[in-house]
């Protein structure tokens, strides 16, 4: 079964909107990452939080954790058309460090 | 900083054919993943090497894939025989250690017809 999904499956903003998509997980984790995937290419790495952490930044991105209800969020703010991807959440499974995908949030960003 | 390269991009086989696919990991990252990549699903974790060591292969097809990490750098996947659900992208990525950034390839587009 996954250990992270991803929700919504598919979001359709307007440039310069915010866009939030959330990951929720079944058992305890040491790291969550965040990737986008644009069409027909590989894996970008955004951003890797630790189970100790509860938010990150990285430019435009906010990732927040938290622990208690096994979820994370993740969020673009004044969104580009070029933000439209797939963006995956992974998460490890305890102290496993294999890295389980979720089913991705499709972005789309309408210029 | 050179990243992950592999290859071919773009492979089209019949059912029953064997395929290979090769992956050169970012200079100094023990650990290397293969995953496969259904349209519209998540990458799932096939492989795992640590060094030239296998971590997990819980969710290898024994039976049809192969994998084998020569010396600790390069790896190759791969698929004897091929089936009609194999159709997928297969990514390979590395990372420093187990619990740093993975950093993905472009992918090895595979069709089997």
């Known amino acids: 079964s996954q250990q992270g999904e991803e929700d919504p499956q598919a979001l359709s903003i307007q440039e310069g909107e915010n866009a939030t998509m959330n990951c929720s997980y079944k058992t305890s984790i040491n790291n969550l990452q965040w990737y986008r995937q644009n069409s027909g290419r590989g894996l970008v790495h955004l951003i890797l939080i630790r189970s100790n952490e509860r938010e990150k930044h990285s430019g435009r991105l906010r990732v927040t954790l938290d622990t208690s209800k096994k979820s994370s969020s993740l969020l673009i703010t004044a969104s580009r058309a070029a933000d439209t991807a797939s963006y995956f959440c992974a998460t490890d499974s305890g102290g496993t460090y294999k890295y389980i995908f979720g089913t991705g949030t499709r972005l789309k960003v309408l210029a | 900083e050179a990243g992950v390269a592999q290859s071919p991009r773009y492979k089209i086989i019949e059912k029953r054919q064997s395929v290979a696919f090769w992956c050169n990991p970012i200079s100094g990252h023990a650990t290397l993943y293969w995953y496969q990549q259904i349209l519209g699903q998540g990458p799932k974790l096939l492989i795992q090497?640590?060094?030239?060591?296998?971590?997990?292969d819980s969710q290898l097809p024994k039976d049809r894939f192969s994998a084998e990490r020569l010396k600790g750098v390069d790896s190759t996947l791969k698929i004897q025989p091929a089936k009609l659900e194999d159709s997928a992208v297969y990514l390979c990525a590395s990372s420093p250690r187990v619990q740093e950034t993975q950093y993905f390839g472009p992918g090895t587009r595979l069709l089997v017809l």
């Open positions: 090497f640590q060094n030239n060591g296998v971590v997990d």
